[in-house]
């Protein structure tokens, strides 16, 4: 797990108040309890720790933890690109 990875889950813990030691790659949203409502509230709290932005048309893709990861991985190595 990479120190992004770990910031990750780190915020959506925080964020959703779900122990991070429950967050595995595998593990679906819904499983963790985390609904549309926390699902959105954990992409904004990504968004403004890490400074990306995710685009809304792939939030309603995001099922795992891993697509999670995988989104805001793609969302912070193209912000550098991204700025003028």
């Known amino acids: ?14 964020t959703a108040m779900i122990p991070k030691d429950e967050f595995t790659p595998d593990r679906k949203l819904a499983h963790l309890g985390i609904g549309s409502l926390e699902q959105i509230e954990c992409v904004l709290s990504l968004e403004d720790e890490l400074e990306i932005e995710l685009h809304e048309r792939d939030l309603h893709r ?3 933890v891993q697509d999670v990861i995988d989104a805001v991985r ?3 190595d193209g912000r550098g690109s991204a700025r003028t």
């Open 62 to 64: 995001l099922q795992t």
């Open 74 to 76: 793609q969302a912070y």
């Open 1 to 14: 797990m990479t120190s992004l990875d770990s910031r990750i889950i780190e915020t959506m813990s925080r």
